[in-house]
């Protein structure tokens, strides 16, 4: 397994941009698919977009298509979310996870703390 410590989440307006960090330690950070996630208050855990080990593809859920983009630097232990035209719906906290890949929240072994994201009208 791999431990995950999420950042740059925070307070944006709608319409602006965000983008999330996510740091893995371990040497087989490289060896997993990164996804993420997001948990709104009274709902389940959302699946946003996941990438693959080699960052060659990405998923990106319907409900941000066009908006979320997802990449990662293997070289630096690195996974990022990027954020763009944010809407209030979009506030959660967001959580990297690393795994088999895949929209199911059971498809990932390793999991961050989350970090909160709000979006204001």
């Known amino acids: 397994q791999v431990q995950l410590v999420e950042s740059g989440g925070g307070l944006v307006q709608a319409g602006g941009s965000l983008r999330l960090s996510c740091a893995a330690s371990?040497?087989?950070?490289?060896?997993?698919?990164m996804g993420w996630f997001r948990q709104a208050p009274g709902k389940e855990r959302e699946f946003v977009g996941m990438?693959?080990?080699?960052?060659?593809?990405?998923y990106i859920a319907d409900s941000v298509k066009g908006r979320f983009s997802i990449s990662r630097d293997n070289a630096k232990n690195m996974a990022y979310l990027e954020m763009n035209s944010l809407k209030p719906e979009d506030t959660a906290v967001y959580y990297c996870?690393?795994?088999?890949?895949?929209?199911?929240?059971?498809?990932?072994?390793?999991w961050g703390q989350g970090t909160q994201v709000t979006v204001s009208s």
């Open positions: 996870a690393a795994g088999e890949g895949g929209s199911y929240v059971e498809s990932y072994d390793s």
């Open positions: 990438i693959s080990w080699r960052g060659g593809s990405t």
């Open positions: 371990g040497r087989t950070f490289r060896t997993y698919a």
